[in-house]
């Protein structure tokens, strides 16, 4: 893909690599895929497909007319429209006033456009004011979640922690059956000792 990075690449004379790999790509393409229109101030694909799959691959690292008009966008470039007959196959025209036939030096004078957060229209209204309350709500229903689940943990905790002393106790607890032989065995025991102390 072309890089969208905030870096540009450029050229010994400080122009993108984009618009020179560009302005040479319309150049040396065949005219009937695309190239300089008659007046020179825009260039026309005038076949999407042989551009994607002929022309762009050879300049850039992917295939995609989408791609490509994306990175004419960021440089400032205009889609204009062309009016095509019923049976003619679409084409598309882009303008940039500095981008023009035999006009290559005036590509330093091309940057990428940048938007910065003044530039951005600040919202308002009763639809982003609905949406702030919105906001608000779920922020607390999530707050009454996470509380939840701490409670739910805590509980789960205790209960384990119940489950294994109540096992322990069970272990250590001593039941009639096995703590001590029953009376008919005592004496059946005690039958058996001698009692000489010879």
């Known amino acids: 893909m072309c890089s969208f990075d905030s870096e540009v690449p450029r050229s010994k004379h400080n122009t993108p690599i984009f618009l020179l790999k560009t302005y040479e790509m319309l150049e040396r393409c065949p005219s009937s895929v695309a190239g300089w229109s008659s007046s020179g101030t825009s260039f026309v694909v005038r076949s999407k497909s042989e551009f994607e799959t ?8 992917h295939r995609n007319f989408h791609s490509f008009v994306r990175q004419l966008n960021i440089y400032g470039f205009k889609k204009v429209r062309v009016e095509t ?3 003619s ?6 303008l940039h006033p500095k ?4 006009s290559k030096r005036e590509l330093n ?11 951005l229209p ?27 689940i701490e409670r739910v943990s805590s509980l789960v905790t205790q209960k384990k922690e ?6 322990r106790q069970l272990s250590l607890q001593v039941t009639p059956a ?9 004496e059946a025991f005690l039958s058996q000792v001698d009692w000489s102390f010879d």
């Open 162 to 167: 119940y489950q294994r002393l109540r096992r």
């Open 54 to 61: 002929k022309v762009l691959p050879v300049y850039f690292k």
């Open 89 to 94: 196959k679409p084409s598309w025209e882009f």
């Open 99 to 102: 981008f023009r036939r035999g």
């Open 178 to 186: 096995c703590s001590a032989p029953a009376p008919e065995g005592i």
């Open 122 to 148: 600040t919202p308002s209204g009763p639809e982003v004011d609905q949406l702030r309350l919105k906001i608000k709500h779920m922020q607390q229903h999530l707050a009454h979640l996470h509380a939840s």
């Open 109 to 119: 004078d091309i940057h990428r456009r940048t938007i910065t957060q003044d530039a």
């Open 85 to 87: 007959e019923a049976d």
